[in-house]
């Protein structure tokens, strides 16, 4: 599995995702797909990446066609596949292709993307204010925190991407790392990230009424 994943990302030659919408059927073999998934589900590393690098530029492409913003589409590749372990606990091999039941997670992503730009109702927004003014400090807190125990190339990627706002070929270009390396450096991070916050409380939803 590892080496499948080095292999790919060795030959990779990209400065971003592509809009790619079909599937080099040689580069996803069905029993090197499947069995990426039954390890990815158990969050081994080389699976999820694996599978990020076979199916990124896909679900991306399909992201993109509804969000129509690349940097949102983006953030949401990314989310996809931070989530794909949970996810996978409900995917049964055989009962639908893996890049089918992919792509159909990542619509949902983007559909939630959308429902949650929609306009919030101004009396919801004067409510909640003063609770979330309260709450940021803490929030940054636990983020800062978050961040520390990350690996060193995590947390640069991280950093030039969400802080610096640099592109994924402006991070590989500073710090000499390929694209495919720095994408899958933010999916680890993003990963590690989730469950951090989630232990202490300040995850997307964590603290919801």
């Given at each position: 599995?590892?080496?499948?994943?080095?292999?790919?990302?060795?030959t990779a030659a990209r400065s971003g995702y592509r809009r790619r919408r079909h599937l080099d059927t040689e580069l996803h073999a069905e029993a090197l797909v499947a069995a990426a998934a039954e390890r990815a589900r158990d969050g081994e590393d080389d699976a999820l990446r694996l599978l990020y690098l076979l199916y990124?530029?896909?679900?991306?492409?399909?992201?993109?066609?509804?969000?129509?913003?690349?940097?949102?589409?983006?953030?949401?590749?990314?989310?996809?596949?931070?989530?794909?372990?949970?996810?996978?606990?409900?995917?049964?091999?055989?009962?639908?292709?893996?890049?089918?039941?992919?792509?159909?997670?990542?619509?949902?992503?983007?559909?939630?993307?959308?429902?949650?730009?929609?306009?919030?109702?101004?009396?919801?927004?004067?409510?909640?204010?003063?609770?979330?003014?309260?709450?940021?400090?803490?929030?940054?807190?636990?983020?800062?925190?978050?961040?520390?125990?990350?690996?060193?190339?995590?947390?640069?990627?991280?950093?030039?991407?969400?802080?610096?706002?640099?592109?994924?070929?402006?991070?590989?270009?500073?710090?000499?790392?390929?694209?495919?390396?720095?994408?899958?450096?933010?999916?680890?991070?993003?990963?590690?990230?989730?469950?951090?916050?989630?232990?202490?409380?300040?995850?997307?939803?964590?603290?919801?009424?």
């Open positions: 599995m590892r080496r499948a994943a080095d292999r790919l990302e060795a990124a530029d896909n679900v991306f492409g399909y992201v993109l066609a509804i969000v129509r913003d690349e940097h949102d589409a983006e953030d949401l590749t990314s989310e996809v596949f931070a989530r794909l372990p949970r996810a996978l606990r409900h995917y049964k091999h055989g009962a639908t292709p893996f890049a089918a039941w992919l792509l159909r997670v990542a619509r949902n992503a983007a559909l939630d993307h959308l429902r949650a730009q929609r306009s919030v109702p101004l009396a919801e927004v004067h409510a909640k204010s003063a609770t979330a003014e309260l709450q940021a400090g803490e929030r940054l807190d636990a983020l800062k925190a978050a961040l520390a125990v990350l690996p060193d190339d995590q947390r640069q990627v991280m950093l030039l991407r969400l802080v610096a706002g640099l592109t994924p070929a402006e991070v590989a270009e500073r710090l000499g790392r390929s694209v495919d390396a720095v994408h899958a450096l933010q999916h680890r991070a993003r990963r590690r990230l989730q469950a951090e916050l989630t232990q202490s409380g300040w995850a997307p939803g964590s603290r919801a009424a």
